[in-house]
């Protein structure tokens, strides 16, 4: 396929991504055809995938204002997939224009459209990294430059661990980022969820993530909240997304078709 003007060159356009599905999903321009038709088969094995991400996104909207309004104004994005509408900074920076936001993502596509969109917010910065490798996030020049560990702020990890296998060791992973926080510091963790859900349709989406830079993990409800160690949750815990404080109680109806679990916790001390 010929490569749009604003993909960078080292990518693989004929390999599927997991950053570009999403952003197909939310409705946005940045991905490709075999992004679009990768999903689409997303979509035939799981027909509320679709609505798994807005409602994963409706969430992130909500943690963010939440933590914004609990005095938080500082906020690393890790796993931050291209920025469509309503992503941290918008959130953040409306309720909060101090705001300082890092984004981190591994997908170079990305990476490369944050940076055009965020160019000219000094109060932002875009860095290709790993979660997997959090002493890399951690001691990167420009998290250190745009953060001050110090004092709190929020890790988000949302709708990114289904993409870090049990090898990867996912838990030491967020010990890691704990341990570099400062007490009063938030954690926002969702993830996709097998709980309730059919076992030919979770074989039929794990065999469509196959094809892709990311093949999926999905976990439990215990699993989940066992990632808070350390962290004290807030109300109302581990839930499916829309549950967690939801604007209406409509929006909370038929919560287990948004597939992911999510929630927010905050370190003591």
Same mark, same amino acid.
């Given at each position: 396929?010929?490569?749009?003007?604003?993909?960078?060159?080292?990518?693989?356009?004929?390999?599927? $991504?997991?950053?570009?599905?999403?952003?197909?999903?939310?409705?946005?321009?940045?991905?490709?055809?075999?992004?679009?038709?990768?999903?689409?088969?997303? @979509?035939?094995?799981?027909?509320?995938?679709?609505?798994? &991400?807005?409602?994963?996104?409706?969430?992130?909207?909500?943690?963010?204002?939440?933590?914004?309004?609990?005095?938080?104004?500082?906020?690393?994005?890790?796993? $931050?997939?291209?920025?469509?509408?309503?992503?941290?900074?918008?959130?953040?920076?409306?309720?909060?224009?101090?705001?300082?936001?890092?984004?981190?993502?591994?997908?170079?596509?990305?990476?490369? %459209?944050?940076?055009?969109?965020?160019?000219?917010?000094?109060?932002?910065? @875009?860095?290709?990294?790993?979660?997997?490798?959090?002493?890399?996030?951690?001691?990167?020049?420009?998290?250190?430059?745009?953060?001050?560990? $110090?004092?709190?702020?929020? @890790?988000?990890?949302?709708?990114? *661990? %289904?993409?870090?296998?049990?090898?990867?060791?996912?838990?030491?992973?967020?010990?890691?980022?704990?341990?570099?926080?400062?007490?009063?510091?938030?954690?926002?963790?969702?993830?996709?969820?097998?709980?309730?859900?059919?076992?030919?349709?979770?074989?039929?989406?794990?065999?469509?993530?196959?094809?892709?830079?990311?093949?999926?993990?999905?976990? $439990?409800?215990? !699993?989940?909240?066992?990632?808070?160690?350390?962290?004290?949750?807030?109300?109302?815990?581990?839930?499916?997304?829309?549950?967690?404080?939801?604007?209406?109680?409509?929006?909370?109806?038929? &919560? !287990?078709?948004?597939?992911?679990?999510?929630?927010?916790?905050? *370190?003591?001390?």
């Amino acid at each position: 396929m010929q490569r749009p003007d604003w993909a960078p060159e080292t990518i693989d356009v004929e390999r599927p $991504s997991v950053a570009r599905m999403y952003d197909y999903y939310l409705g946005g321009s940045h991905n490709f055809a075999v992004d679009r038709a990768t999903a689409r088969a997303m @979509v035939a094995a799981v027909p509320q995938a679709p609505l798994m &991400a807005q409602a994963n996104r409706a969430f992130l909207r909500r943690a963010v204002q939440f933590l914004t309004d609990a005095g938080i104004r500082q906020f690393l994005d890790i796993g $931050s997939g291209i920025p469509t509408v309503g992503n941290v900074h918008e959130i953040a920076q409306l309720h909060a224009p101090d705001s300082r936001v890092v984004y981190v993502d591994v997908d170079p596509v990305a990476v490369a %459209h944050s940076r055009e969109i965020l160019a000219g917010n000094d109060r932002t910065a @875009v860095i290709q990294e790993d979660l997997r490798q959090p002493d890399r996030i951690l001691a990167h020049p420009d998290v250190r430059a745009m953060l001050d560990f $110090s004092q709190p702020m929020a @890790v988000l990890v949302v709708a990114v *661990l %289904h993409f870090v296998s049990d090898d990867d060791r996912p838990a030491e992973v967020l010990r890691t980022l704990r341990a570099a926080l400062a007490p009063g510091s938030y954690l926002v963790l969702s993830q996709a969820s097998d709980d309730g859900r059919d076992e030919a349709e979770r074989a039929e989406a794990e065999e469509v993530y196959r094809r892709t830079d990311s093949p999926l993990w999905v976990r $439990s409800r215990a !699993e989940l909240t066992g990632f808070f160690d350390g962290f004290e949750l807030v109300e109302p815990g581990v839930v499916w997304v829309p549950q967690w404080r939801p604007e209406t109680p409509e929006s909370a109806e038929d &919560a !287990e078709r948004a597939v992911f679990l999510g929630g927010v916790g905050r *370190l003591g001390g």
